[in-house]
């Protein structure tokens, strides 16, 4: 068999390094490999590059540069915002957080939660959309932080952070947002915004490197200690060649990002026109205030590692919130949350787009996809009803 | 994770589809992991007079390892005398298949239940003994899927529509 080129349709889950940002770090390992914190020359070489990045950065996010804290990556950046708020308190407290949230917040909260901290799960609307009354009823004098991501990593739903986060301000309570779905494709205004999550891979960025926007004035206990780095709110020796290759993905996002949203929305208009036509399917999540990138699709009868591993048979890489794709064999809490009922939580697909997608890796999901899920129809005992 | 021979009986599964004329059909499911398997057999009697699997077909919902046991098990089952495809383990459906992720593993039970549950039917329409081993395998697995029913009854929703006549277990 002769194996096609890849379609690549899973960049929610993690993007290729683009070329640029390759070349941006390529000599951050073995010609400018220094020390950030050494005090000579190669030293303060790597120094002025991370400098260089994190003002870049700051400059496309409308922040401060010395409001950004380098982190290893999204998960690290959300438990630092959510355990880094929670932990100043001696006395517990309580957390706010959407349903719907990435595991890095979910968990985080539970583990506070286990540990004396109370916590409020926000219900989503049919679509994932959080009520922004609902966080105001659910703000309480001992809240301590409320998180809700800035776009849903499975379903793309884009939440009303601006709404939220003005509730937040008024009450006092700093706001978190997961936006590493939504950064460098939406626009993201910091107003009301204190903390905010980045991560460099999915944006065409080297994996292991994102941030924490950490609102000047907001306090954070840190949660790595050492050496002081990031002042003193995250210690280890900087991912020198990680924060370049982060600036440089950012460089690229925000400059074509125009462009590249653009295309993706018209992929995405046009795999949801496409797959409705499919018998028995449901789009999951909303039909328009979404992230460019994402399209999520439920189908009648069929169970979503199977058409996942089927797609795969044609050289197609997506994913899917199935329990039978998880480790712990439970449907995606997104999905539920969203009340998709389980049979048709288990056979989910998310497709997404990256900057590198072209009009043939649509072409080629809208030949494989209607006949990877009738072979797969043709051998389920449920019948698609009519 | 998955060894090539899985791949290959997901690919192109041994003795898929539905059966008309079958003498039994076994049906189990497991809506938490999110697979259902329907196992028909036919039955026929050889030169010596001994009840044989002639035919074997299934129907799975299910995720890979689901569709790659259920293609399994209808080889390993299938000529064999009813006293012999008794003996059939989830283990030996594993380990045809090059071993399965352990995550997985259930899914190899749930094929072994599946030809349990069809030869159950089948002994019992036929008013034959039913062996206490067989016997007890049933009763665990009614057990589990009323539990599992109950518990998720909220969350069920409707998988579409099946149109094969119930025999026994209910559709989950």
């Known amino acids: ?386 | 994770m998955y060894t090539e021979k899985v791949i290959e009986h997901f690919r192109e599964p041994h003795n898929r589809g539905k059966m008309e004329d079958y003498s039994a059909i076994g049906k189990v499911g497991n809506i938490v992991c999110g697979d259902v398997m329907w196992l028909y057999i036919k039955v026929e009697k050889d030169d010596a007079g001994r009840d044989i699997i002639a035919d074997i077909s299934w129907e799975t919902f299910g995720c890979t390892a689901a569709i790659a046991t259920s293609s399994m098990i209808s080889d390993l089952a299938k000529g064999k005398t009813i006293e012999e495809a008794i003996h059939v383990t989830n283990q030996d459906v594993a380990s045809e298949l090059g071993g399965l992720p352990p995550v997985k593993m259930h899914c190899s039970a749930l094929a072994a239940d599946a030809l349990n549950e069809a030869i159950y039917a089948y002994l019992t329409q036929e008013h034959r003994e039913i062996p206490e081993a067989l016997e007890k395998r049933h009763a665990r697995v009614s057990k589990e899927v009323n539990a599992l029913e109950k518990r998720y009854e909220a969350f069920l929703g409707s998988p579409g529509k099946a149109d094969v006549p119930e025999q026994g277990s209910k559709q989950p």
């Not at chain 1, 349709?9 to 000599?27: G, K, Q």
């Not at chain 1, 002081?228 to 400059?255: D, K, Q, Y």
């Not at chain 1, 795999?271 to 205030?289: A, C, F, K, M, Y």
């Open chain 1, 1 to 386: 068999m002769v194996m096609n080129k890849l379609v690549y349709l899973d960049n929610s889950a993690t993007t290729p390094v683009a070329p640029e940002v390759a070349e941006a770090m390529r000599p951050f390992f073995q010609e400018r490999y220094g020390n950030a914190s050494s005090l000579h020359a190669a030293g303060r070489e790597a120094h002025r590059a991370v400098d260089a990045s994190r003002q870049l950065i700051a400059e496309h996010l409308g922040s401060r540069a010395d409001e950004l804290v380098f982190t290893s990556g999204a998960t690290e950046a959300d438990n630092l915002a959510v355990l880094g708020t929670a932990l100043r308190s001696d006395s517990g407290g309580h957390i706010i957080a959407s349903r719907i949230e990435h595991d890095a917040v979910l968990q985080a909260v539970q583990w506070l939660t286990e540990r004396g901290y109370e916590a409020t799960l926000l219900d989503v609307d049919k679509f994932g959309r959080v009520d922004p009354q609902a966080v105001r009823e659910a703000i309480r004098p001992d809240t301590l932080l409320v998180s809700v991501m800035a776009g849903n990593n499975e379903v793309g739903t884009l939440q009303p952070i601006g709404e939220i986060g003005e509730i937040c301000r008024e009450a006092g309570v700093p706001f978190h947002t997961d936006a590493v779905q939504a950064y460098g494709k939406i626009e993201l205004p910091l107003d009301g915004i204190d903390l905010l999550s980045v991560s460099a891979h999915k944006l065409h960025g080297p994996k292991g490197v994102g941030f924490l926007y950490v609102r000047n004035g907001v306090k954070l206990v840190p949660l790595l200690h050492g050496g002081g780095h990031e002042r003193g709110r995250r210690s280890g020796t900087e991912n020198v060649p990680g924060i370049v290759g982060l600036a440089e993905a950012t460089r690229l996002a925000f400059e074509e990002r125009e462009a590249v949203t653009e295309r993706m929305r018209s992929f995405r208009e046009r795999i949801i026109q496409e797959v409705s036509r499919i018998r028995g399917t449901r789009l999951n999540g909303h039909p328009i205030d979404s992230l460019p990138h994402i399209a999520n699709f439920s189908f009648e009868a069929i169970e979503g590692e199977s058409l996942i591993m089927k797609l795969d048979e044609f050289g197609i890489a997506a994913s899917t919130g199935s329990a039978c794709s998880s480790p712990n064999l439970t449907a995606s809490h997104v999905l539920v949350a969203l009340g998709v009922p389980l049979s048709m939580a288990h056979g989910s697909l998310r497709v997404s787009s990256g900057r590198q997608t072209t009009n043939e890796d649509i072409d080629a999901l809208l030949d494989a996809l209607p006949v990877a899920v009738e072979r797969l129809r043709e051998i389920s005992p449920f019948k698609v009803g009519g």
